[in-house]
């Protein structure tokens, strides 16, 4: 169990998913107007990256 945990908290994709809620979440309670062509970007980048960290399994040594 230990070691699941701390394979989870060395993954990347975890440490990118955290990040990336983190942005979204200031920058639309904030109100934070970046330009549109940012904003779009970030609109479509930010969650998928916080839906690929909660998804992926560090643990699973066969997929990323």
């Given at each position: 169990?230990?070691?699941?945990?701390?394979?989870?908290?060395?993954?990347?994709?975890?440490?990118?998913?955290?990040?990336?809620?983190?942005?979204?979440?200031?920058?639309?309670?904030?109100?934070?107007?970046?330009?549109?062509?940012?904003?779009?970007?970030?609109?479509?980048?930010?969650?998928?990256?916080?839906g690929f960290g909660i998804v992926n399994n560090p643990t699973d040594?066969?997929?990323?």
């Amino acid at each position: 169990m230990e070691e699941n945990r701390q394979n989870r908290l060395k993954s990347w994709a975890l440490w990118m998913a955290l990040a990336a809620l983190v942005v979204y979440v200031v920058k639309t309670a904030a109100g934070i107007d970046m330009g549109d062509t940012v904003n779009g970007l970030m609109e479509v980048l930010l969650p998928v990256l916080a839906g690929f960290g909660i998804v992926n399994n560090p643990t699973d040594k066969e997929k990323i």
